[in-house]
C-alpha cells in the first residue's frame, strides 16, 4: 500500500524567504507525481505535475523536483509573499491504478 | 471554460437520512473520482468512473455508500443511513481521458455536516 507523508505538517515563514516542501512516498512504481495547493474551504488547484521520467518541473516562482529512487520530491518556492498562504499537498498514483494517493500537507503561513 | 462543479457546496443532514452529492465534471472528460477529506487530511479515494461504469469503487467504506453516472457526464454519490463519522468535504475530480500522467483538476467540494 502506497503511503505519502509531507513534513512539515505547518510552517510560517516571513515575507520573502525561499522555502522547502517535502513529500516522501513508499512505493516508487508511480507514474507522476503532482503537487496540489488548497486554500481554506475550497478545492484543490493542480500546481505542477511531475512524469516518472522527468527530474523537475517550473512554474514561475514554483519548483518541484522528483527522486523516484529514494521516493522523494521537494517543492521550491521562491521569494515567498502572503498571497502563497494555503495548504500544498502532493500526491501519487500508484500503477496501475489511476486514483491519487495524498499526503495529509504542509500548511503555510507567509506573514507580511 | 467551466472547471468542475459540485452541488450543494454545504449540506447538513440528521444522522440516519439519505443524501445526494452532484458533481458536473469538465466538458468532455471521461474520466471522473470522487474523494472525501476529512479534518487536517488528504483527500481519500472513493470511486473512479470510466464513461458510464464504475472501474474501480474499491474505496467505498461500506455499502451505505453508492455513486452513480448513468450517461456518462454528471455523476451522483448516494450515502443512505448517514452517520456522524460520514462528516467530511466530499470532493469530485475528472480528468480528460483517465490516464495516469492526466493531471485531475477538482471542484470546490461539498460540506457535509451529519447532526
Known amino acids: 500500500k502506497q503511503e505519502v507523508t509531507q513534513i512539515p505538517a505547518a510552517l510560517s515563514v516571513p515575507e520573502g524567504e525561499n522555502l522547502v516542501l517535502n513529500c516522501s512516498f513508499t512505493?516508487?512504481?508511480?507514474?507522476?507525481l503532482q503537487w496540489f495547493r488548497q486554500d481554506p474551504g475550497k478545492g484543490l488547484t493542480s500546481l505542477l505535475l511531475i512524469q516518472s521520467s522527468q527530474r523537475e518541473q517550473t512554474s514561475g516562482r514554483l519548483n518541484a523536483s522528483l527522486d523516484k529512487s529514494s521516493g522523494r520530491s521537494t517543492l521550491y518556492i521562491a521569494a515567498s509573499q502572503p498571497g502563497d498562504s494555503a495548504t500544498y499537498l502532493c500526491?501519487?498514483?500508484?500503477?496501475?491504478?489511476?486514483?491519487?494517493?495524498f499526503g495529509s500537507g504542509t500548511q503555510l503561513t507567509v506573514l507580511p | 471554460g467551466a472547471g468542475v462543479s459540485q452541488t450543494p457546496s454545504n449540506k447538513v443532514t440528521e444522522k440516519g437520512k439519505y443524501v445526494e452529492l452532484r458533481c458536473d465534471p469538465i466538458?468532455?472528460?471521461?474520466?471522473l473520482y470522487w474523494y472525501r477529506q476529512s479534518l487536517g487530511q488528504g483527500p481519500e479515494f472513493l470511486i473512479y468512473f470510466q464513461g458510464t461504469g464504475a472501474a474501480d469503487d474499491s474505496g467505498l467504506p461500506n455499502d451505505r455508500f453508492f455513486a452513480v453516472r448513468p450517461e456518462g457526464s454528471v455523476s451522483t454519490l448516494k450515502i443512505q443511513r448517514t452517520e456522524r463519522g460520514d462528516s467530511a468535504v466530499y470532493l469530485c475530480?475528472?480528468?480528460?481521458?483517465?490516464?495516469?500522467?492526466?493531471?485531475?483538476?477538482f471542484g470546490p467540494g461539498t460540506r457535509l455536516l451529519v447532526l
Open positions: 500526491a501519487v498514483p500508484l500503477a496501475p491504478a489511476r486514483q491519487l494517493t
Open positions: 512505493d516508487s512504481a508511480i507514474y507522476n
Open positions: 475530480a475528472s480528468s480528460p481521458q483517465g490516464r495516469q500522467q492526466e493531471t485531475q483538476y
Open positions: 466538458s468532455g472528460h471521461t474520466a
